[in-house]
């Protein structure tokens, strides 16, 4: 246990913690089928959500599983996960464990961009190894730290705006909270130690546009870590700027770019 496994930075239940798990789930939820969907979940199996956000991720793999499954939906905030046929809502911090409704055996556990937020990620993907039901499949999808470029004309003074605050985002305030980029690359190696087998992977990044989910999401982002941003050291105009951008339909970046790693606990 460190002291920064409950520092999550964001936060779920405000409004633009709203905006937030909907731009990621019209960002990323297309890639989350694609890697899920040959897996080929059958009705009355088991899941299981951690870190579920907005839920959206839940209510598909709740169709795919039908009212004779379970899917359950953990997270530290469930403000915005509703019941359903077939869905448990859990409130709980997944570092202290998998008990209770929580507990396996499951046939397929899902975590995105949750693990990058949580510094004892290693031993977290090792228990949800554990939980799978033999033959089951952990899935998991994070970020990386590759530089998001900016692609369109803007004048330096704008591309360094973005750049400084890219820096301040990812390389100050938020590994201070426990977040790790680099975690992504790490994922495929964690999950050979954990004992899984077959397994396959993505990358996927997409350009944004200003006032788009992609760039939109960085606004909300931006938004909810404005307090620790000004004390990292940015300034109120750079902030006001970022957000500018952000909305902006000419500014354009290379997004993060979105790592998909499947396993198979041995039958
Ligand atoms: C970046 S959001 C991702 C949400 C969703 N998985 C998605 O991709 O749309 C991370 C989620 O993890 C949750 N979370 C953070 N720390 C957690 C913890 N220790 N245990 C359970 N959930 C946690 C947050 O509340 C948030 O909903």
Redesign the pocket.
Known sequence: MTDT??S?L?D?GSEQGGD??DH??HL?DVHTVSIIGPIGLQPGQRCL??????G??VRWLAKQVGPSGEVVA????TSRLGDGPGITVVG????EGLVGAQAGPYDLIH????LL??PDREAILSTLADALAPGGWLVI?DATSRPLRVLSDHCMRDVAIWERIQYLSHEVVGPAAGMDLTWGYRISDQMVAAGLAHLYGTENSQTATGGSPGLLVHAALNTQAHDALLAAGAEEWEMQRYQELCHDPTFRIWNYQLVYLRGQKPR
């Open positions: 496994q409950n999550y964001f779920t937030h798990m990621l789930a990323f959500d951690v870190g579920a956000g907005g959206s991720v953990v997270d530290i905030d709980a911090d997944i570092n975590a995105r961009l949750t937020h949580l999808g």
